[in-house]
């Protein structure tokens, strides 16, 4: 009933750019926030960005200055804008929207995409 669809991941050299989208559907009741995520091979998942349905950004400090999140609040879509990528960056992405739906509208989760696959790598 609810779903997160991503695109854009791929395979860039070090310095390279990547866009990712995510476009969340199906029966929200309201999303608060929404946002981008990372997780290596046995490693933790980890926060890159969010964006609030205000505006307000937050990022990870080993992004800052390099990504930058976008939203477009009438498509309930986001973007992360990904410049100067460097090695350490890859890693499964995964888009994530913080909200209710409509059947259980007083309950806030946090819902997520399938992931996209982001390497860098020359």
């Known amino acids: 009933q609810v779903q997160l669809v991503e695109s854009g991941g791929g395979l860039v050299q070090p310095g390279g750019s990547l866009r990712l989208s995510c476009a969340a559907s199906?029966?929200?009741?309201?999303?608060?926030?929404m946002g981008w995520y990372r997780q290596a091979p046995g490693q933790q998942r980890e926060l890159v960005a969010t964006?609030?349905?205000?505006?307000?950004?937050n990022y990870a400090d080993s992004v800052k200055g390099r990504f930058t999140i976008s939203r477009y609040n009438v498509g309930n879509t986001v973007y992360l804008q990904m410049n100067s990528l460097k090695p350490e960056d890859t890693a499964v992405y995964y888009c994530?929207?913080?909200?209710?739906?409509?059947?259980?509208?007083?309950?806030?989760?946090?819902?997520w995409g399938q992931g996209t696959q982001v390497a860098v790598s020359s």
């Open positions: 994530n929207a913080r909200g209710s739906i409509v059947h259980m509208p007083s309950t806030t989760n946090d819902f």
């Open positions: 964006i609030t349905s205000g505006g307000s950004s």
């Open positions: 199906g029966s929200f009741s309201s999303i608060y926030a």
